[in-house]
């Protein structure tokens, strides 16, 4: 008996189950699906860059190898202990075929983030840019102690 009411509860989720895996299964027309599917193949669309990163007593200091991105491309964000470089990129294509003209563009994003261990003196970071090498350097925070009254 407790075996039928348990099937009977289940019934409505393996009927949303059903109807999911068949929609997703069937070609959209569309082309939702297949657009998602290229968009999780394109390996190249979110990558990241070559680091490398050391840790003194009073900084962390990052040597990001960016070569051919301008400086006005480049951001930095920062997010509590978090912080990420990232830069777009843009490639325009164009194709004359017997029907006309295709043109197609590629925009790819690469980025890498880093968290830090200690706090960071979020005022005092500084970037500089030079010869496809971005340094950022990044002030550890001074630890306050709080008195207990």
Known sequence: ?????????????????????????EKTGNGLLQSMDGFFQNQNLFSSFPIE???????????AHIAGIEKSMIEIDI????????????????ANQEKGTISAVERRKKARSFTFSQPIDEENIQATHENGLLTVSVPKSKKRRISIR
């Open 53 to 63: 990163w050391e840790e003194t007593d009073t900084h962390y200091i990052i040597h």
């Open 1 to 25: 008996m407790a075996n039928n009411n348990r099937n009977e509860l289940m019934e409505p989720f393996r009927q949303f189950i059903s109807q999911m895996d068949h929609l997703l299964s």
């Open 79 to 94: 997010s509590g202990n978090r912080l990420t470089i990232s830069y777009e990129t843009e490639e325009r294509r164009t």
